[in-house]
């Protein structure tokens, strides 16, 4: 009951996100890049939102002792293992975010600013510091900092929400508009972009959703409260997305009218 009434209340804006004219903005190798360069920010903070519900829902600490149950644990750590060390296209181990920077060097996208990104983290500084110092694309910067205000709740119930609804069941039909939209034309190497998108609509449109639907829902229970501050939580993650899209979708337009001037 809980989960259908969820599900019926988000449904408005996850259309919007299916259906966003941004899909078809993608005609040329250059709108590709501006996209990649925007959305590879979303696959970075997508590890960070999963690890966050790892660290929350296992032993991460030493010594090491049971936490929650064990159905959970098992739930969220397969999830993991197959984000976090899945297969390329020659079968070599590798996350899902090191494959997305593998796309986008293969078609030409521009890797300083998550790269720089990335860097920065690791010198300590914190994430908004981070994107300021990569100047990374304001409607990414928002995404990312949207993202880390709902891991800061500290709710697990919250978070397996926004990860089931925010991403896990929305990114298959998400990624079969775009696929579905990509030129084949392109003048660019966007076979690993396209087996990126395919893995992702193989895994998370089976396995890894209902893995994550069943987290959801055992850790939301029959508390109605819970299950109101996840609709929220969620509602909050899928307008973000909606505003990224659009972002990027800006880029794009501004990008085409400098090129007809």
Request: hydrophobic share 45%; glycine share 4%.
């Amino acid at each position: 009951m809980y989960l259908d009434q969820l599900r019926s209340n988000i449904d408005p804006l996850r259309q919007q996100i299916i259906q966003h004219p941004l899909y078809g903005s993608i005609h040329s190798v250059d709108a590709l890049r501006i996209y990649m360069e925007h959305h590879v920010y979303a696959v970075w903070d997508f590890m960070s939102l999963l690890k966050s519900l790892q660290r929350k829902l296992t032993c991460v600490s030493l010594p090491w002792l049971p936490v929650g149950s064990a159905n959970t644990r098992f739930l969220i750590n397969e999830i993991v293992a197959g984000e976090e060390s899945d297969v390329d296209e020659a079968g070599n181990r590798t996350s899902h975010f090191e494959l997305y920077l593998q796309a986008m060097e293969k078609a030409g996208a521009d890797t300083r600013s998550i790269r720089s990104f990335v860097t920065a983290l690791q010198q300590g500084k914190s994430v908004a510091e981070a994107l300021q110092v990569a100047d990374a694309p304001a409607a990414a910067k928002q995404f990312v900092l949207n993202t880390f205000e709902l891991i800061d709740q500290d709710q697990s119930h919250v978070l397996s929400a926004v990860f089931t609804f925010g991403r896990e069941d929305l990114i298959p039909e998400m990624f079969l508009s775009l696929i579905n939209k990509l030129e084949t034309s392109l003048d660019a190497d966007v076979s690993v972009f396209k087996y990126y998108i395919e893995r992702h609509i193989e895994v998370d449109g089976g396995h890894h959703s209902q893995l994550a639907l069943e987290m959801t829902s055992e850790l939301c229970g029959l508390d109605s409260e819970k299950w109101m501050q996840a609709g929220a939580a969620v509602e909050q993650a899928l307008r973000s997305r909606v505003l990224l899209w659009s972002g990027a979708m800006q880029e794009i337009e501004l990008a085409q009218a400098a090129v007809a001037n």
